[in-house]
């Protein structure tokens, strides 16, 4: 087997270019559970934009606003609505990870750089992806603030109750026509990704919408990016509407790991947050379908909960609404209990519920 030449420990952070940040950290405290550690902005010498950096078990989610309309972060915003713009990737070297990936192809976002303050330094580099997308390399060795120099600690005045998340277990990107390919060889030859799963239009059409998907994975199989693209259907196809309203590729789900599905999902619905419905038909068979599983059917039933089996055991999942009024960025929860597919069995019912809200939204 060949050397890896990306070695990436995990995730390093999520950074979500917002319209509010203040108000979005707010949300993802109050309704997700996440805890304010860091902030950044004029009041900490950062003078164009505000940032506020959540966590919640390894998660970290930064939200960033500017503070200018003269701002390319603006522009992000303009075009795109809130939406996911760093998938940050925790490495020990950034500075070979940025000329790994730039020497077989990688577009460079931002060379290698030292940032630096009383806690110590970070080494940051950055290349592009789908979209308007990019990968960070951070190599933290030497640091011990609460986030990236230049991030202050700062709790918010609400102390939430976590919710469970635990980890990101995989995060989809939505790739133009066509563009899926492309996008895979990019992990596979530009990151050293390996394939890890395929699924056509066969597996996953409905009567009107349809979609193509591939997985990618890192080596150590720590991070696991789907790539979709459309396909064509008897009406437009769920990745359709997301690319228009995103107005190109970009980051669709990202999907959180729970070890209690049934609680977290509990307290978040509790908490507001909007999940897609499927038919409560779909629970009439399902043991049928996927075997014994270890939880009662009926709290799964009451809060929708998906269940699907592979040859490696079953996995547990749900999907959120999306979080902002463009029908663009939603969320997974989900629990494995051995399985390491991503709920092909669900695929059916969910893209129904989908299409439903996209009818809803007169986009079908
Ligand atoms: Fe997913």
Redesign the pocket.
Known sequence: MQEDFLPINGTDHVEMYVGNAKQSSLYYQYAFGFEQIAYAGPETGVKDRASYVLKQGKIRLVLTTPLQQDHPIADHIKKHGDGVKVLALWVDDAEKAYQETTSRGAESYEAPKVISDDNGEVKVASIRTYGETIHTFVERSNYNGPFLPGFVEKKSLYTPTPVGFKFID?C?GNVGWGEMNKWVEFYEKVMGFNLLVTFDDKDISTEYTALMSKVVSNGNGYIKF?INEPAEGKKKSQIEEYLDFYNGAGVQ?M?IATDNIIETVSELRRRGVEFLEVPGTYYDDLLDRVGAIEEDLEPLKKLNILVDRDNEGYLL?IFTKPVQDRPTLFF?I?QRKGAKS??KGNFKALFEAIEREQALRGNL
């Open positions: 995989h989809v789907p789900h999907a999942q997974e989900i991503f709920g």
